[in-house]
């Protein structure tokens, strides 16, 4: 079945350390996107990337960095410049219409 | 930005129609509305989408007005599955970048047995 898959599903890291959440979809989507979720709230826009080798910056970048090798994969690394990197973090791909979500990674860092 | 505003939680009775409001008073002439639904620690749901026109599918019904400024999520008879955070959301397309779908905080939506 097609899908958007991201794992692990929970996450554990030490402060100080970066760490890789990894987001495929064989969807043959375009673009992709990641989110952060904090509890309560909304979903903010950390960066996205719309062709391969090719992503932008969303609202909340700093303290994230991404890569976009190939378009399967958009993997998202948290290093250690994020000052709270504990949260829900979500990947999204879409064509043209509507956007299609994993199920998420909640990171947590100790 | 075209950004939404909902109400931060409602309940509806089971079987009842539930109908969820959201304001996207800023919104332009190119620019979508979509509804999402995020069950707790899930990923969101795509549940319909419209640009001016009243839209139906399984799920529910999306009521635009004229001005484009409101819509109305319509869950004909909700059930108990149906508690969940919903989103409207506006699809902005931008040429250089391409779509970007901005989230707000949602309407929490606990339906009632």
Same mark, same amino acid.
């Given at each position: 079945d097609g899908g958007i898959t991201q794992s692990p599903k929970y996450l554990f890291r030490k402060e100080g350390q970066n760490v890789t959440l990894s987001c495929e979809q064989n969807? =043959?989507?375009?673009a992709m996107y990641w989110y952060r979720q904090d509890p309560g709230q909304g979903l903010r826009l950390i960066y996205y990337s719309q062709i391969v080798n090719d992503f932008q910056k969303g609202d909340i970048a700093e303290g994230y960095s991404v890569s976009r090798e190939k378009k399967e994969s958009f993997p998202l690394t948290v290093t250690?410049?994020?000052? =709270?990197?504990?949260a829900f973090y979500l990947c999204a791909s879409t064509k043209n219409t509507e956007a299609f979500f994993g199920q998420g990674t909640r990171l947590t860092v100790v | 930005d075209a950004k939404t505003t909902q109400p931060p939680s409602m309940d509806c009775a089971e079987g009842r129609a539930a109908n969820l409001p959201c304001n996207h008073?800023?919104?332009?002439?190119?620019e979508y509305v979509y509804w999402y639904r995020q069950i707790h620690s899930q990923g969101p749901q795509y549940i319909i989408h419209g640009l001016k026109n009243n839209e139906t599918n399984e799920m529910a019904s999306l009521i635009i007005t004229e001005d484009r400024k409101s819509s109305t999520l319509i869950l004909p008879h909700a059930t108990l599955r149906d508690t969940a955070v919903y989103y409207c959301i506006v699809r902005v397309r931008r040429t250089n970048t391409g779509n970007q779908f901005y989230f707000g905080t949602g309407t929490s939506l606990t339906v009632i047995p």
């Open positions: 969807l =043959n989507h375009d250690s410049a994020q000052k =709270n990197p504990t | 008073s800023t919104i332009s002439g190119n």
